[in-house]
């Protein structure tokens, strides 16, 4: 069983950075890839980014590409996103999920992929 918990949502100005964090507790953080998806009010959740736990591939949606980056902090078992350039549409509720992937190269984009994820972090941009 794996915990996820993320932080570092707030409230930021258009063009503004927020860094994310996704903690995970509970087993080893190794043969899990993670992602980041997004769900604001009224929409569907998204894809945002997602990373391998062993080869370090990435994987980014169009809307994040250029301007968002992920990554891992082994030392502290933890998946983190940084994002740039934040415009009012980026304003939702983010969650981090985790996938066991035996092979380590793995990057899913579909959430129904995931077997864990967190409570959400909130992300609020003003324009």
């Known amino acids: 069983q794996v915990q996820l918990a993320e932080s570092g949502g707030g409230w930021v100005q258009a063009g503004g950075s927020l860094t994310l964090s996704c903690a995970a507790s509970g087993r080893t953080y190794s043969s899990y890839a993670t992602g980041w998806f997004r769900q604001a009010p009224g929409k569907e959740r998204e894809f945002v980014a997602a990373i391998s736990w062993s080869s370090g591939d990435t994987q980014y949606a169009a809307s994040a590409k250029g301007r968002f980056t992920i990554y891992r902090d082994g030392a502290e078992n933890t998946v983190l996103l940084g994002m740039n350039s934040l415009k009012p549409e980026d304003t939702a509720v983010y969650y981090c999920?985790?996938?066991?992937?035996?092979?380590?190269?793995?990057?899913?984009?579909?959430?129904?992929?995931?077997?864990?994820w967190g409570q959400g972090t909130q992300v609020t941009v003003s324009s």
């Open positions: 999920a985790s996938h066991l992937d035996p092979t380590g190269r793995l990057t899913p984009i579909n959430a129904y992929d995931y077997d864990y």
